[in-house]
């Protein structure tokens, strides 16, 4: 059973700091990584995705991927209130199936 | 550019009876996945659609069910409701296995 863990939080930081949020993978191969937003009562929205190791910024939003350590992190710079929200790691399935597997998140508090 | 839509927004159905929910897929998307969001809950994967044709299904009973249209639209059927399959069902649509654009969902509530 491929899966992708995160732990559920909460995870409480003050406005202007920096967010951090992580996820493993058991499936070595998975080569897409994805991380969304989900606020209470809404449908998940993509922030960022990431294919390669190393870093990718967008914005306050950095995503890292090491593969060798089987985990990606979300990275959020000068935290706000809007950010606090559930953050879900995704990870596609390799075998050829193009299966979305999600973490079960992250609930992220931004305290004013 | 028109993202997914879903519709019905919210459903209300009592126990034993059918609930069809519908999805248009983003503009040249011709995937579309299924997921069940129990209250408080991960994404659960129902389905995925692809060109027409049930790719892969999760570890849903058989009463769980759709369809994809010629034009990429699906259809989610869920027969003989169970008070469990209370949910936010979510429509996402990708192309080529790329990044997954989600829907607004469509909340059943099984009486």
């Known amino acids: 059973q491929k899966e992708v863990e995160q732990n559920s939080g909460p995870l409480s930081v003050p406005e202007g700091a920096i967010a951090s949020l992580n996820c493993t993978y058991s499936d070595r191969g998975s080569q897409s990584f994805f991380w969304y937003r989900q606020y209470s009562g809404k449908s998940p929205e993509l922030i960022m995705f990431i294919y390669s190791n190393g870093d990718k910024e967008d914005g306050r939003f950095t995503a890292q991927l090491n593969k060798a350590s089987q985990y990606v992190s979300l990275l959020i710079r000068d935290s706000q209130p809007s950010d606090s929200a559930t953050y879900l790691c995704a990870v596609r399935d390799t075998s050829g199936t193009y299966k979305y597997i999600f973490g079960t998140g992250t609930r992220l508090k931004v305290l004013a | 550019e028109a993202g997914v839509t879903q519709s019905p927004t919210h459903l209300i159905k009592t126990r034993g009876q059918q609930a069809t929910l519908r999805c248009s897929p983003i503009?040249?998307?011709?995937?579309v996945y299924w997921y069940q969001q129990a209250l408080g809950l991960g994404l659960q994967f129902l389905l995925w659609y692809d060109e027409g044709e049930e790719r892969n299904r999760g570890n849903f009973p058989p009463r769980f069910s759709g369809r994809q249209f010629p034009n990429y639209s699906s259809e989610l059927n869920v027969n003989a409701l169970e008070l469990e399959d209370s949910a936010l069902y979510l429509c996402a649509s990708s192309l080529g296995g790329g990044e997954l654009f989600f829907g607004e969902g469509s909340r059943l509530t099984v009486l």
């Open positions: 503009s040249g998307h011709t995937s």
